[in-house]
């Protein structure tokens, strides 16, 4: 399974931004990882092909994940964007047993005035 992400760019405190990632193949998980200059790799939020949603303490109630399971893709719907908010977001796709793991190329979230 291959992961192409899209969707970043420059958006001030306060806007939204979607990304998207679509997958070459169906996958159990997947989700969105991110990594600020300096900082480790960290998630943001995950969905299963059933739907169920996890998500980070830091973005719950401002990101919401969604799966079009039919086109193998994820969404991260990005609204009440914090400077703190800018990273490289990574898309990831992971097997129920783990044994794939999967992720796409980054793609950059700038949040500036």
Known sequence: VQLQASGGGLVQPGG???????????????????QAPGKQR???????SGGTTNYSRSVKGRFT????????????QMNSLKPED???YYCNGRSIAGSVNVWGQGTEVTVSS
Do not use: H, P, Q
């Open 16 to 34: 939204s931004l979607r990304l998207s990632c679509a997958a070459s193949g169906s996958i159990f998980s997947m989700g969105w990882y991110r």
């Open 42 to 48: 960290e998630l943001v939020a995950t969905i299963t």
């Open 86 to 88: 800018t990273a490289v």
């Open 65 to 76: 994940i969604s799966r079009d399971n039919a086109k193998n893709s994820v969404y991260l």
